[in-house]
């Protein structure tokens, strides 16, 4: 009876911190994505760059953020 309630504490601390792991990563990919989409729009407004977004730009600037804004640059002028 004892193994279990530890086997069951040991198992709720792992899920807690897989739980708190993954909404840090999500809330990082998040921010990442918002300012590398706020440098994309404050780019093309100011007409530095003319890059549309389509679903393929918003994922390489979602995963990649502000290094994202610069290989979607790169590639623009290529």
Excluded: C, P, R
């Excluded at 994505?33 to 007409?47: E, K, T």
């Amino acid at each position: 009876m004892i193994n279990f309630i530890v086997f069951t504490v040991l198992l709720i601390i792992a899920a807690a911190i897989v739980i708190k792991l993954t909404f840090s990563v999500i809330k990082w990919m998040a921010m990442n994505a918002i300012v590398g989409l706020i440098l994309l729009g404050i780019l093309n407004y100011l007409g530095i760059a003319h890059v549309e977004m389509n679903l393929i730009n918003f994922l390489i600037v979602a995963v990649g953020g502000i290094l994202g804004v610069f290989i979607l640059l790169f590639l623009s002028y290529l």
